[in-house]
């Protein structure tokens, strides 16, 4: 079951998707957009990875405050969210994503990734480590 991992920002979408055992997650992309309301093309293409990747479900990050609050990214997250789930028909999980871009920007650092290179990669590396973090809880 091929599952796709989304870390959703204000002008980005990370993309992940994993092996058709659900056992890793590869980062695809970064889709980029220069408006946070203009979601058409953004949309488009996922729509367009999930029939290339035949994804059957949707891991979207789900940014809540440090105490647990939802804030303004986690609403925009569940609007995008609803969003995904009427235009594909596919089930989306709403996942705690806390922490994973600071995460995904001290693996780069570690690798020697430069700053203005990490940038461009850093939203697709968040959305790795959102659908590994949900792989591993329904493997245990």
Not at 56 to 79: C, F, H, T, W
Not at 84 to 96: I, K, S
Not at 116 to 137: G, M
Request: charged letters at 30%.
């Amino acid at each position: 079951m091929r599952i796709i991992g989304l870390d959703y920002g204000s002008k980005t979408v990370g993309v992940a998707v994993c092996d058709p055992l659900g056992l890793t997650a590869q980062g695809i992309e970064t889709i980029t957009r220069n408006e946070e309301n203009k979601l058409r093309r953004t949309l488009a293409r996922i729509e367009q990875i999930i029939s290339d990747y035949q994804v059957e479900s949707i891991v979207l990050g789900y940014p809540k405050n440090m105490d647990g609050s939802i804030g303004e990214r986690a609403k925009a997250a569940q609007e995008f969210g609803d969003m995904l789930e009427r235009r594909t028909g596919l089930p989306v999980v709403l996942w705690d994503e806390r922490l994973t871009t600071m995460e995904a920007n001290e693996i780069l650092i570690e690798c020697g990734v430069r700053r203005e290179k990490r940038k461009a990669v850093i939203d697709k590396i968040a959305a790795v480590l959102i659908l590994n973090s949900f792989l591993e809880s329904i493997r245990t």
